[in-house]
Protein backbone atom coordinates (compact mmCIF):
# COMPACT_ATOMS: atom_id res chain seq x y z
CA UNK A 1 0.00 0.00 0.00
CA UNK A 2 2.84 2.65 1.12
CA UNK A 3 4.38 1.44 -2.36
CA UNK A 4 1.06 2.15 -4.08
CA UNK A 5 1.66 5.57 -3.08
CA UNK A 6 4.90 6.20 -3.60
CA UNK A 7 4.30 5.26 -7.02
CA UNK A 8 1.55 7.64 -7.74
CA UNK A 9 3.15 10.35 -5.75
CA UNK A 10 5.79 9.96 -8.28
CA UNK A 11 3.35 9.60 -11.62
CA UNK A 12 1.87 12.89 -10.44
CA UNK A 13 4.81 14.61 -9.74
CA UNK A 14 6.45 13.35 -13.74
CA UNK A 15 3.08 14.81 -15.26
CA UNK A 16 3.58 17.76 -12.80
CA UNK A 17 6.75 18.22 -14.19
CA UNK A 18 6.27 17.27 -17.75
CA UNK A 19 4.06 20.26 -18.29
CA UNK A 20 4.70 21.61 -21.42
CA UNK A 21 5.91 25.14 -21.36
CA UNK A 22 5.14 27.48 -24.58
CA UNK A 23 7.54 28.03 -27.19
CA UNK A 24 9.07 31.48 -26.18
CA UNK A 25 11.78 30.93 -28.28
CA UNK A 26 9.98 30.30 -31.72
CA UNK A 27 7.56 32.85 -30.67
CA UNK A 28 9.94 35.42 -29.95
CA UNK A 29 11.55 34.93 -33.09
CA UNK A 30 8.16 35.26 -35.23
CA UNK A 31 7.40 38.81 -32.91
CA UNK A 32 10.60 39.60 -34.30
CA UNK A 33 9.97 38.59 -37.79
CA UNK A 34 6.83 40.81 -38.14
CA UNK A 35 8.23 43.83 -36.76
CA UNK A 36 10.96 43.87 -39.39
CA UNK A 37 8.10 43.20 -41.89
CA UNK A 38 5.88 46.23 -40.42
CA UNK A 39 9.29 48.34 -40.59
CA UNK A 40 9.73 47.20 -44.04
CA UNK A 41 6.47 49.16 -44.59
CA UNK A 42 5.27 45.17 -45.90
CA UNK A 43 1.19 46.60 -45.12
CA UNK A 44 2.16 48.87 -48.13
CA UNK A 45 4.97 46.99 -50.49
CA UNK A 46 4.08 43.81 -49.94
CA UNK A 47 0.14 43.64 -48.62
CA UNK A 48 -0.46 39.66 -50.14
CA UNK A 49 2.54 38.23 -48.19
CA UNK A 50 1.80 40.78 -45.18
CA UNK A 51 -1.65 39.13 -44.77
CA UNK A 52 -0.70 36.18 -45.00
CA UNK A 53 1.98 36.90 -41.79
CA UNK A 54 -0.95 38.45 -39.76
CA UNK A 55 -3.08 35.13 -40.62
CA UNK A 56 -0.11 32.77 -39.57
CA UNK A 57 0.34 35.22 -36.78
CA UNK A 58 -3.37 35.17 -35.36
CA UNK A 59 -3.52 30.79 -35.80
CA UNK A 60 -0.95 31.10 -33.69
CA UNK A 61 -2.04 33.56 -31.36
CA UNK A 62 -4.98 31.50 -30.80
CA UNK A 63 -3.33 27.88 -30.75
CA UNK A 64 -1.55 29.41 -27.78
CA UNK A 65 -4.63 30.76 -26.21
CA UNK A 66 -6.00 27.22 -26.65
CA UNK A 67 -3.63 25.79 -24.81
CA UNK A 68 -3.40 28.46 -21.87
CA UNK A 69 -7.11 27.32 -21.84
CA UNK A 70 -6.22 24.04 -20.77
CA UNK A 71 -5.37 22.18 -17.47
CA UNK A 72 -1.41 22.49 -17.23
CA UNK A 73 -0.65 18.63 -17.37
CA UNK A 74 -2.82 18.65 -20.55
CA UNK A 75 -1.12 21.09 -22.22
CA UNK A 76 0.38 20.69 -25.49
CA UNK A 77 2.47 22.76 -27.32
CA UNK A 78 3.85 21.00 -30.38
CA UNK A 79 1.29 23.06 -32.34
CA UNK A 80 1.90 26.07 -31.79
CA UNK A 81 5.52 25.72 -31.71
CA UNK A 82 5.14 24.81 -35.93
CA UNK A 83 2.89 27.98 -36.19
CA UNK A 84 5.00 30.06 -34.85
CA UNK A 85 8.23 28.68 -37.09
CA UNK A 86 5.45 29.02 -39.94
CA UNK A 87 4.85 32.34 -39.07
CA UNK A 88 8.48 33.69 -38.60
CA UNK A 89 9.21 31.75 -42.48
CA UNK A 90 5.49 34.09 -43.94
CA UNK A 91 6.78 36.80 -41.81
CA UNK A 92 10.40 36.84 -43.24
CA UNK A 93 9.03 35.86 -47.19
CA UNK A 94 6.76 39.40 -46.58
CA UNK A 95 9.83 41.40 -45.36
CA UNK A 96 11.74 40.56 -47.96
CA UNK A 97 8.64 41.14 -50.62
CA UNK A 98 8.54 44.48 -48.95
CA UNK A 99 12.12 45.65 -49.33
CA UNK A 100 11.88 44.53 -52.96
CA UNK A 101 8.91 45.89 -53.56
CA UNK A 102 10.12 49.53 -52.05
CA UNK A 103 12.71 49.51 -54.49
CA UNK A 104 10.69 49.06 -57.31
CA UNK A 105 8.58 51.56 -56.02
CA UNK A 106 11.60 54.44 -55.67
CA UNK A 107 12.65 53.47 -58.88
CA UNK A 108 9.00 53.95 -60.81
CA UNK A 109 8.68 57.16 -58.59
CA UNK A 110 11.54 58.39 -59.78
CA UNK A 111 10.83 57.80 -63.75
CA UNK A 112 7.54 59.84 -63.16
CA UNK A 113 8.47 62.51 -61.12
CA UNK A 114 11.24 63.29 -63.65
CA UNK A 115 8.52 63.06 -66.38
CA UNK A 116 6.12 64.98 -64.59
CA UNK A 117 8.75 67.70 -64.32
CA UNK A 118 9.04 67.58 -68.25
CA UNK A 119 5.51 67.72 -68.55
CA UNK A 120 4.99 70.49 -66.37
CA UNK A 121 7.62 72.43 -68.22
CA UNK A 122 6.14 71.80 -71.67
CA UNK A 123 2.92 73.11 -69.52
CA UNK A 124 4.25 76.39 -68.63
CA UNK A 125 6.16 76.90 -71.83
CA UNK A 126 3.06 76.30 -73.50
CA UNK A 127 0.81 78.74 -71.06
CA UNK A 128 3.06 81.65 -72.18
CA UNK A 129 2.47 80.92 -76.29
CA UNK A 130 -1.63 80.77 -75.35
CA UNK A 131 -3.75 83.12 -77.60
CA UNK A 132 -4.59 86.70 -75.85
CA UNK A 133 -7.08 88.89 -77.07
CA UNK A 134 -10.64 89.27 -76.28
CA UNK A 135 -12.41 87.46 -74.31
CA UNK A 136 -9.48 85.06 -73.43
CA UNK A 137 -8.53 86.95 -70.17
CA UNK A 138 -10.08 84.90 -67.62
CA UNK A 139 -9.09 81.66 -69.51
CA UNK A 140 -5.43 82.56 -69.62
CA UNK A 141 -5.61 83.37 -65.94
CA UNK A 142 -7.22 80.36 -65.34
CA UNK A 143 -4.61 77.98 -67.02
CA UNK A 144 -1.83 80.30 -65.02
CA UNK A 145 -3.70 79.04 -61.50
CA UNK A 146 -3.74 75.65 -62.89
CA UNK A 147 0.17 75.51 -63.61
CA UNK A 148 0.79 77.30 -60.53
CA UNK A 149 -1.18 74.56 -58.39
CA UNK A 150 0.61 71.86 -60.12
CA UNK A 151 3.69 73.61 -59.01
CA UNK A 152 1.90 72.26 -55.51
CA UNK A 153 1.83 68.93 -56.58
CA UNK A 154 5.49 68.62 -57.63
CA UNK A 155 6.52 69.98 -54.33
CA UNK A 156 4.30 67.60 -52.59
CA UNK A 157 5.68 64.59 -54.75
CA UNK A 158 9.20 65.86 -53.79
CA UNK A 159 8.45 65.55 -50.20
CA UNK A 160 6.91 62.36 -50.18
CA UNK A 161 10.01 60.84 -52.16
CA UNK A 162 12.14 62.36 -49.74
CA UNK A 163 10.11 61.03 -47.02
CA UNK A 164 10.16 57.59 -48.50
CA UNK A 165 6.80 57.09 -49.44
CA UNK A 166 7.28 56.30 -52.92
CA UNK A 167 3.35 55.35 -53.82
CA UNK A 168 2.41 58.38 -52.85
CA UNK A 169 5.11 60.15 -54.78
CA UNK A 170 4.14 58.51 -57.68
CA UNK A 171 0.38 59.39 -57.44
CA UNK A 172 1.13 63.20 -57.28
CA UNK A 173 3.43 62.54 -60.32
CA UNK A 174 1.08 61.22 -62.33
CA UNK A 175 -1.73 63.92 -61.07
CA UNK A 176 0.81 66.62 -62.07
CA UNK A 177 1.26 64.65 -65.35
CA UNK A 178 -2.45 64.22 -66.46
CA UNK A 179 -3.07 67.81 -65.35
CA UNK A 180 -0.28 69.57 -67.53
CA UNK A 181 -1.61 67.18 -70.49
CA UNK A 182 -5.06 68.88 -69.66
CA UNK A 183 -3.54 72.17 -69.81
CA UNK A 184 -1.30 71.43 -72.91
CA UNK A 185 -4.39 70.18 -74.44
CA UNK A 186 -6.68 73.36 -73.17
CA UNK A 187 -4.42 75.71 -75.03
CA UNK A 188 -3.92 73.57 -78.10
CA UNK A 189 -7.86 73.95 -78.49
CA UNK A 190 -7.81 77.69 -77.73
CA UNK A 191 -4.67 78.32 -80.84
CA UNK A 192 -6.58 76.49 -83.20
CA UNK A 193 -10.20 78.18 -82.33
CA UNK A 194 -8.01 81.42 -82.37
CA UNK A 195 -6.34 80.37 -85.87
CA UNK A 196 -10.31 79.06 -86.92
CA UNK A 197 -11.63 82.92 -86.00
Wanted: aromatic residues 4%.
Amino acid sequence: MKAMRISWAMALGLVLAGCAQPPNADIDAAHHALDEARQAQAAEYSPQAWNAAQDAESKMQAELNAQEQRWSALRSYTVARQLAQDTKVVAERSRDEAVAGMEKAKTEASTLMAQAREEVGRANAAVTTAPRGKGTEADLASLKSDAASIDDTLNEMQKAFDEGKYNDAKAKAQAAIDAAKRIQGEIEQAKSAHRAA
